[in-house]
């Protein structure tokens, strides 16, 4: 085999390594950015829920500290998949959370409509 042969197939490997690792790279960049904008989205979410639960404590300070405690859980994965699935499902709790809190406060504002004199 000629040398620069092995020489072209060594370039190739490292070639190859490198798209790999700059893809796998930009995909962690972009999932970072991506579970920002969720922890984001979290915090704002948050601050619709202004009652108290049982023992004082407002319900948006409970859901901020329990969604900082999740995202530091997780601060640390370096597997692209596992991060993805963590921002769909934490995307559409976010959602689902925030499409009850709509539909109940609309039927509490109705129920409120129906009860005013007219």
Not at 7 to 25: D, G, L, P, Q, W
Not at 99 to 110: F, G, L, M, P, V
Request: aromatic share 8%; hydrophobic share 35%.
């Amino acid at each position: 085999m000629h040398p620069y042969a092995l020489h072209a197939k060594a370039k190739i490997r490292f070639m190859s390594y490198r798209v790999n690792n700059t893809t796998h790279a930009m995909a962690i960049r972009e999932l970072r950015a991506e579970s920002l904008k969720l922890y984001r989205d979290i915090l704002r979410a948050t601050k619709l829920f202004t009652w108290p639960n049982d023992s004082g404590q407002l319900w948006s300070d409970i859901l901020r500290k329990n969604a900082r405690q999740e995202f530091e859980q997780a601060r640390m994965e370096k597997d692209p998949l596992v991060i993805t699935r963590l921002l769909y499902v934490g995307r559409d709790c976010l959602n689902q959370t925030t499409d009850r809190y709509i539909k109940a406060a609309s039927s509490i504002n109705s129920n409120i409509d129906k009860s005013r004199p007219s």
